[in-house]
């Protein structure tokens, strides 16, 4: 069976109030039809339940590999960009070459690629430091958040089993030559 402990009113938007009933199938609340405060003021609401905190947890770490994501990608851009640039800047402007433009391959010379390349190198580095920004601002929310709810972050069991093997073995990925012998 539902319950009527304010899901409702956060789903219609409304506050509660003892004035109105409404009746649907299986359930009756009060509410006022006045909007409550709008999502802008109020990123967050406070969570009813550990579960709710979680979720919302979850959702912010998901938001975070999202922006680490999309800045791997634009770096990898720009670092494309970079690498086309270095080449064909040496040679001759008058020389063709071939760029795609919206799926389409089409012939142009270095003099008017090289400076399109150069914009779009740049924006993407713009677009990069806008994430970066973001990027704080949410691992400072995620920080805020782990503190109000005093979250902790446990270790499988797999995970500490992994810890103690890298200990063991702390020189993995080394190769060394042989000893040489001083007779």
Known sequence: ??????LYFDLLNFERCGFVNVSLP???FCYLQRPMASRAE???????????VANMYASMRTELNQIYSKITELEMEASEHSLVANA???LDQSRKCYRMIGGVLVERTIKEVLPAVQRNKEGLEEVISRLNETLEKKKKEIAEFETKYK???RK???D???????KEGSAQG???GPASSSE
Request: charged share 20%.
């Open 1 to 6: 069976m539902l319950s009527t402990s304010g």
């Open 26 to 28: 299986l359930i009756s």
């Open 42 to 52: 109020t990123s967050y609401k406070e969570p009813v339940n550990e579960q709710i």
């Open 88 to 90: 064909i800047q040496p």
């Open 151 to 153: 979250i902790r972050i």
């Open 156 to 158: 499988s069991d797999s």
């Open 160 to 166: 500490v089993q992994d810890d103690s093997s890298r």
């Open 174 to 176: 080394v190769l060394v």
